[in-house]
């Protein structure tokens, strides 16, 4: 019974040694690596740079073509603001009229 006891001591040290020993090759792994990750985040930068103009571009004539398609949308509505206006128009308060009576002080 005791065997089993020391057995399973060691087991768990052996797994403790095995789970510090992939930390450690990881960290060390991970510094290793860096400077690479570092290089092409440069090159990631430098490629947003090249590409941010095209893009701004790309933006710039994509807004033009929605107003474009709104205004095309929006074409068969002319007609209807046309006769709201003249509607407007000829209900409107045109302000006060001298009345016809006048009523005197």
Request: hydrophobic letters at 70%; glycine letters at 10%.
């Amino acid at each position: 019974m005791v065997e089993l006891v020391v057995l399973a001591a060691l087991a768990f040290a052996a797994l403790i040694v095995v789970g510090v020993l992939l930390s450690v090759f990881s960290v060390v792994g991970w510094f290793l690596w860096l400077p690479f990750k570092i290089i092409g985040w440069m090159f990631r930068i430098v490629g947003l740079l090249i590409a941010l103009p095209f893009i701004l571009i790309a933006c710039l004539l994509g807004g033009f073509g929605m107003l474009l398609g709104t205004g095309v949308l929006m074409l068969p509505l002319l007609p209807l603001v046309a006769i709201a206006g003249l509607v407007f128009w000829l209900f409107r308060d045109r302000g006060r009229t001298a009345p016809q009576a006048r009523v005197v002080n």
